[in-house]
Nanobody
Framework: QVQLVESGGGLVQPGGSLRLSCVAS????????MGWYRQAPGKQRDLVAT????????NYADSVKGRFTISRDNAKNTVYLQMLNLKPEDTAVYYC???????WGQGTQVTVSS
């Protein structure tokens, strides 16, 4: 059974930072690309960043380039999203996903507000 469990969300002031984590089980993690997605209230779920199975290739939405960094530790079956200089428009539920699959985590709330 595939499970993706996110953590690390919370309330942060504009300009602050957070690091999200997603631990995967039930898959051969090192063979799978991974991605972070987000969904703001009333909006569709959008891609934030992806990382290749070996971690050498990454891709980012234009809105987060230069502020967010996706990384992974294959020994820990974990993918991370380091978020810097957070803005109110980054407020959303953030989800971990195996790209092009139906496997999603339960999501973690990120709220950026003063």
């Amino acid at each position: 059974q595939v499970q993706l469990v996110e953590s690390g969300g919370g309330l942060v002031q504009p300009g602050g930072s957070l690091r999200l984590s997603c631990v995967a089980s039930g898959i051969v993690f090192r063979l799978n690309a991974m991605g972070w997605y987000r969904q703001a209230p009333g909006k569709q779920r959008d891609l934030v960043a992806t990382i290749s199975s070996g971690g050498k290739s990454t891709n980012y939405a234009d809105s987060v380039k230069g502020r967010f960094t996706i990384s992974r530790d294959n020994a820990k079956n974990t993918v991370y999203l380091q978020m810097l200089n957070l803005k109110p428009e980054d407020t959303a539920v953030y989800y971990c996903r195996i790209p092009y699959s139906d496997y999603w985590g339960q999501g973690t709330q990120v709220t950026v507000s003063s």
